[in-house]
């Protein structure tokens, strides 16, 4: 099986050359490989990443951007917070 650095350095290596289709290729394996793997979501930390993939594409469901990433888990936490205080 694929390793994740073999899919993901070159779609990043394909980003820096802008061969955009081997680049959206390659992230859609990535993020297929991570999903057979038992991943839930995929955190897509560049926005060059997260514009591989189109909003139709059902892949894209499954990947989030980090900053929402870091607002649900402020908000999970402020929840918990005021449960203890409550």
């Not at 994740?4 to 980003?15: D, F, G, K, Q, S």
């Not at 990535?30 to 038992?38: D, S, T």
């Not at 139709?56 to 917070?81: E, F, G, V």
């Amino acid at each position: 099986m694929a390793t994740l650095e073999h899919i993901v350095i070159p779609a990043i290596e394909a980003l820096e050359r802008k061969d955009m289709e081997g680049a959206r290729n390659l992230m859609r394996i990535a993020v297929n490989v991570l999903l057979v793997r038992a991943i839930n979501v995929v955190v897509l930390t560049s926005d060059e990443m997260q514009d591989l993939l189109s909003c139709d594409d059902p892949l894209s469901k499954k990947c989030i951007n980090p900053m929402d990433a870091l607002a649900r888990s402020t908000l999970c936490w402020a929840k918990s917070i005021q449960n203890l205080h409550t």
